[in-house]
């Protein structure tokens, strides 16, 4: 494959990824949340979603993949790191959000089945 191809493969993975955040975005929605950003982009890296509910603010990682299995185990520890790292450049930025409860959410999305949203998915 060229060039050509590994352009067209980007693209398709950057839609798959565009439809996943949507889902995740009205399941949240539906689950009570608001959405405080969605793709930020940060020194440290690009958070997928944040979300709020009450006193709680989730930074989230949307993870879209053939199975369930793969798409569980698709946020290595290396990821979970630059979130965190990620998560604190935004909320430096936001100081109001800072007196929140910070968790780290996972929402899987695999094709044909509901998507999943697991909360404080991991502590820092």
């Known amino acids: ?12 993975a ?6 996943a955040e949507t889902l995740a ?3 949240l929605r539906l689950k009570g949340y608001r959405i405080v950003a969605r793709r930020l982009k940060t020194p440290a890296g690009e958070i ?9 603010l989730a930074v989230v990682e949307v993870k879209a993949r053939g199975e369930g ?15 965190e790292r990620a998560a604190a450049h935004f909320l430096g930025r936001h100081p109001h959000l800072a007196d929140l409860d910070l968790r780290f959410d996972v929402v899987l999305i695999v094709p044909r089945r ?5 909360a404080d998915a991991w502590r820092p």
Request: glycine letters at 12%; charged letters at 30%.
């Open 25 to 27: 975005v009205l399941l």
């Open 14 to 19: 950057h839609r798959l990824g565009l439809r």
């Open 114 to 118: 509901w998507p999943r949203h697991l």
């Open 69 to 83: 299995g793969a798409a569980a185990e698709a946020l290595l520890p290396r990821q979970q790191r630059r979130l």
């Open 48 to 56: 997928d979603l944040v979300v709020r509910r009450g006193r709680s």
């Open 1 to 12: 494959m060229g060039r050509k191809g590994d352009a067209a493969t980007g693209r398709a």
